[in-house]
């Protein structure tokens, strides 16, 4: 079993930046897949980035160049968003362990990003 807890989110004015953090317990490993999804009011959660072990993180393409996902041990990872644009406002979501259907098992609770114009 896996505990997801996440932090960072807030209110920025657009151009702004934000650093989310997830921080993780119980049986994770850097074997494991992690990464960040988020959901706007009214849209579908969607993938914004992933991270596994030493391969190449993925992105998003609307969130490329602008945020980076990082982790420095198995059980915390980070999200550095930088140029925020009031479309990034949504609920931050980290989630970790790939099932089956490529889903993400665990979730965190998620936290509130709002970017103003």
């Known amino acids: 079993q896996v505990q997801l807890a996440e932090s960072g989110g807030g209110l920025v004015q657009a151009g702004g930046s934000l650093r989310l953090s997830c921080t993780a317990s119980?049986?994770?490993?850097?074997?494991?897949?992690m990464g960040w999804y988020r959901q706007a009011p009214g849209k579908q959660r969607e993938p914004v980035a992933s991270?596994?072990?030493?391969?190449?993180p993925k992105y998003a393409d609307s969130v490329k160049g602008r945020f980076t996902i990082a982790r420095d041990n198995a059980k915390n990872m980070y999200l550095q968003m930088n140029s925020l644009r009031p479309e990034d406002t949504a609920v931050y979501f980290c989630g970790a362990v790939r099932g089956a259907n490529n889903n993400f098992i665990y979730w965190g609770q998620g936290t509130q990003v709002t970017v103003s114009s």
């Open positions: 119980g049986n994770l490993f850097m074997s494991n897949s």
């Open positions: 991270i596994l072990g030493d391969r190449s």
